[in-house]
Structure formats: structure tokens, C-alpha cells
């Protein structure tokens, strides 16, 4: 009668104990790495936003304390009707204020009609009682409508920004004071923002347009910035409220790199002060995070290779040791013993096979009786 054979072992038993462990330590160190990458991702791009934000709020206060103390000093410019006082000490009061304000470098006032009565510069000659009729244009309309008008930056000599500040007094016939400020005091704040290592900070005016950034070519051109998508999304939260959406945090700048952004608008001119860093500078530590991460979790899974061998001897080992002994036993060697000694099942499944071996070998030892036949 033919034994049937022995099915074929498609796989060993030891190779699937080293690939299961090895999958179970890869799957749990490579999911809690990414937990990690991620949260940590989250929390730094968090606190990058946050102290840019914080940045463009200290640079967009300083810059609108400084228009507000010129605004104050020139108020009291504006307190007397034209009636009361002589020119000459009009006059001397406009040249004290340049003295007291450095940034103003001139001051025109004219009277409830919009006549210019005086001039004072710090670049021409003064001018007494030149009559130019200015009731027409923006900086006395709208500060007689509005008490204050705040111009378009412009630049003298293709160099300095200057804007037009125009303030009207409490009293109809107290006239309007008009001062040509120098901005120059905007631009070294920018400069002076530290924005990591190829970051920026630069402000823009209410339209979008380009008027003070560290790279001084970009303003001289006139650049229109509204077209880049963080100074849309600044344009649209300032028409519907600050209290509205979040700011955009990630978009590209003027030269079509992507950045973090921050913005904080700057009171009470409507300009806007944005402080942005490239994004592979940004997250440079997250990379180099994740670098450390791929070696840890490449250790680990040798590691996890070398443990998988070990104990996967030491569960294999005794299984192949109590197969061939079943299998000598099998064969009729029934004197085989299987020696393990693991102190588990497997030991005790040996002595079983060992107590099988001895109970057949004592069956196999009794003599048969002899059978006599009568002839």
C-alpha cells in the first residue's frame, strides 16, 4: 500500500515569526512617527505664524504711533482762527514745529477759503502769503470734510518716501495745516525686522501698491502687490471685518517662492505691514526632524530584525525539535526521547510524545505466547 506523501511546506515557520514581528514594531514606530511629524508640524507652523503676526503688529504699531504723535504735534496748528495773530508768529510757531518734528520737512497753512497763506521748508524758501488757491484739491477737501487726510505715498528725488498729512481745525476758520512728512522712519523700521535668514517684512498702502520693503528697486518701481494672494485675502478681511476669517498663511510672494505670511494692519492710515519667510526655511527643523526620525525608525527596524531572529530561534527551535522527534517516533525508533526545555506547552506536548514513546516501546517488549498445535 503506497503512503501518501506529505503535503509541501509552502513557507517556514521561522520566516513568518521574523516578518510578523518585524511588522508589528514597523507599523507601531512608523505610526506614532507620523503622530508625532504631524502634531509637531501643526505646533511649529503655529508658532512660526504667531511671532510673525506678533512681528507685523509691534512694526504696523510703531509705525502708526509715529504718524499720530506728527498728527498731534500738528494739531495745535490749527487751534486758532485766522482772524487772531499776526503771520509772523504763525510763522515762527511752523518753524518751531520743524524743529520739534524732524519728519516734517514742510508745512503750508491756509485759511477757511483753502488760500495758501505760509509756507516753511526745510528744502526751499519760505513763502508768505503767496495766495494759491488749493480748495479744490484732495488734502484740503477732504480734511475739511473728514478733519484729517492722509496722501498717497510719493518720492522726492527717487529716494525718500514722503506723504502728504493734512489736518483741519475744531473751528471752520481756523484753516487747514498741511505737512509733507518724511517716511524715512517707516522704511528703517521694516529694515530692522529680522525675519530668519531670507525673510522679509514689508508694508503696503490700502490699493496694494508697494511702499516700503527692504529691497529698495521694488518701491522706486512702483510694484503692485494686490494681485498676490495674502494681500487679497488682507484686502478682503479688512471689507468684512478682522473678526472674520483666517489670514492665509501660506502663499508665494513677489518672486513666486512659497512663504508663511502674517499680516497686521497699520491704524489709521489703512496700510498694511506683512512679515513672510520662505517656507523651506521655515520648516528646515521639521526636515531635518523627519531625517532624524528615518534613522531612528531604520535602527529600529534592524533592531526589530535581530529580536525577530532571536526569539524566533527560540520558538522554532523546539517545534522542529519535537517534529523530528514525533517523526523518529513515527518511523518506530520508539526509544526516542524529546529533550526541551522551555517550561511552556511545548515542553510539556515533548512529554507526552515521550510518554507515547514509552508506553509503545513496553507494548512492543512483552513476548507474545507461543501457540502449540496438536499434529
Do not use: C
Not at 499720530?68 to 487772531?84: D, H, N
Not at 494692519?265 to 523627519?290: C, Q, T
Request: positive net charge.
Amino acid at each position: 500500500m503506497a503512503t501518501a506523501a506529505a503535503p509541501k511546506i509552502r513557507s517556514r515557520l521561522f520566516t513568518k515569526y521574523v516578518a510578523l514581528f518585524v511588522v508589528v514594531v514597523g507599523v507601531a514606530l512608523l505610526s506614532n512617527g507620523i503622530f508625532e511629524v504631524f502634531f509637531y508640524y501643526q505646533e511649529h507652523k503655529s508658532s512660526l505664524i504667531r511671532i510673525q503676526r506678533e512681528q507685523a503688529e509691534a512694526a504696523a504699531a510703531k509705525i502708526g504711533q509715529f504718524i499720530k504723535e506728527i498728527e498731534s504735534q500738528l494739531g495745535w496748528t490749527t487751534q486758532l482762527p485766522w482772524s487772531a495773530g499776526s503771520i509772523e508768529q504763525r510763522r515762527f510757531d511752523a518753524l518751531r514745529l520743524l524743529r520739534q518734528v524732524p519728519a516734517i520737512t514742510e508745512l503750508a497753512q491756509l485759511d477757511a477759503a483753502g488760500k495758501e497763506r505760509l509756507r516753511v521748508s526745510r528744502l526751499a524758501m519760505d513763502v508768505v502769503g503767496s495766495g494759491i488757491d488749493l480748495s479744490k484739491e484732495p488734502k484740503f477737501t477732504e480734511a475739511v470734510a473728514n478733519k484729517v487726510y492722509y496722501g498717497p505715498v510719493y518720492f522726492r528725488r527717487e529716494s525718500e518716501p514722503y506723504m502728504t498729512l493734512a489736518l483741519a481745525g475744531t473751528r471752520r476758520d481756523a484753516g487747514v495745516s498741511i505737512a509733507e512728512v518724511n517716511l524715512k522712519l517707516i522704511w528703517d523700521v521694516v529694515s530692522q525686522i529680522k525675519v530668519g535668514d531670507r525673510g522679509s517684512a514689508y508694508v503696503v498702502d490700502a490699493q496694494g501698491r508697494l511702499i516700503a520693503h527692504p529691497d529698495i528697486s521694488l518701491v522706486l518701481r512702483n510694484t503692485d502687490m494686490s494681485r498676490l494672494a495674502q494681500i487679497r485675502a488682507a484686502r478682503t478681511r479688512a471689507g468684512e471685518g478682522d473678526d472674520q476669517s483666517e489670514p492665509l498663511q501660506v502663499a508665494e510672494n513677489i518672486q513666486g517662492r512659497q512663504v508663511l505670511t502674517a499680516f497686521a494692519p497699520i491704524a489709521p492710515l489703512g496700510w498694511r505691514m506683512f512679515v513672510e519667510l520662505p517656507v523651506e526655511e521655515a520648516y528646515a527643523s521639521l526636515y531635518e526632524a523627519l531625517h532624524r526620525l528615518a534613522y531612528v525608525l531604520l535602527g529600529a527596524l534592524i533592531f526589530a530584525v535581530l529580536a525577530g531572529v532571536f526569539l524566533a530561534r527560540r520558538m522554532v527551535g523546539p517545534i522542529q525539535a519535537l517534529r523530528a522527534g514525533a517523526a523518529r517516533i513515527g518511523s518506530g525508533d520508539f526509544a526516542q526521547r524529546i529533550s526541551i526545555k522551555t517550561g511552556d506547552e511545548l515542553e510539556g506536548l515533548a512529554n507526552q510524545f515521550n510518554d507515547v514513546g514509552a508506553r509503545l516501546q513496553e507494548s512492543y517488549a512483552v513476548p507474545r505466547p507461543v501457540l502449540w498445535t496438536q499434529v
